[in-house]
């Protein structure tokens, strides 16, 4: 079975601090894919990733930058986090675009 | 740009009833259909998917989901559902050709006893 993995399920950060949020994936995935879902937003694509150090923003890049130096990791970067950040962020794999993605359990994000 | 309506936010019912999910798409051109579910404080399952074929889907748990090209609606049902279909359910559309992933805003189906 595929596996993803987020490092985190609940995180409380305060407003300006650098929050990095890691995703790893077992199945040798070209794609990678992150997530914020919010309620009566259905879920928003932040970031993608088709191969290692290559990125595409998604819908609401704004805020947010991912880093991807190995196949099988995707990490997703606040800079300078902010409460309107406050959600919960899902990371996803698929092995290509015919292929459905594969979704992590998520990470509950808190900034206060 | 492809969009996806699903009109219920919410769907109550009685355990071993009938349940249909409704979703429509805005794009029936080249679109690849999914429906996930996403159980409380969990990540998102795929439920089933159409890509091509048969417009009659079955999935896991039951689930089944018929592509209908000309209403652009790809609707999830259930003949008897359980307590433990109680989730959030989101379908989902893709353009062919593209990564991204077009998420309809949930129903959230409530099955009680």
């Known amino acids: 079975d595929v596996k993803v993995t987020q490092s985190s399920r609940y995180l409380v950060k305060r407003t300006g601090e650098k929050v990095f949020l890691e995703c790893v994936q077992d199945m040798d995935h070209e794609n990678m894919f992150w997530y914020r879902q919010d309620p009566g937003l259905g879920l928003r694509l932040i970031y993608f990733?088709?191969?290692?150090?290559?990125?595409e923003k998604g819908d609401i890049p704004e805020g947010y930058s991912v880093s991807r130096e190995k196949k099988e990791r995707f990490s997703l970067i606040l800079e300078s986090a902010s409460t309107n950040q406050t959600s919960m962020y899902l990371c996803?794999?698929?092995?290509?675009?015919?292929?459905?993605?594969?979704f992590g359990p998520g990470t509950r994000l808190t900034v206060t | 740009a492809q969009s996806v309506t699903q009109l219920d936010s919410q769907v109550p019912v009685f355990e071993e009833a009938p349940v249909e999910l409704r979703c429509n798409y805005s794009?029936?051109?080249?679109?690849?259909l999914f429906w996930y579910v996403q159980y409380p404080n969990q990540g998102l399952q795929l439920l089933l998917k159409y890509l091509s074929g048969s417009t009659l889907v079955k999935g896991i748990n039951g689930f089944e989901a018929e592509f209908n090209k000309s209403q652009t609606s790809f609707h999830l049902r259930k003949p008897s559902v359980h307590i433990s279909d109680t989730a959030e359910y989101f379908c989902v559309a893709k353009n062919t050709g593209f990564q991204k992933l077009v998420f309809g805003t949930g129903t959230r189906l409530l099955v009680s006893p």
């Open positions: 794009s029936s051109v080249s679109v690849y």
């Open positions: 990733s088709y191969d290692v150090k290559m990125k």
């Open positions: 996803a794999s698929s092995l290509s675009e015919l292929y459905e993605q594969y």
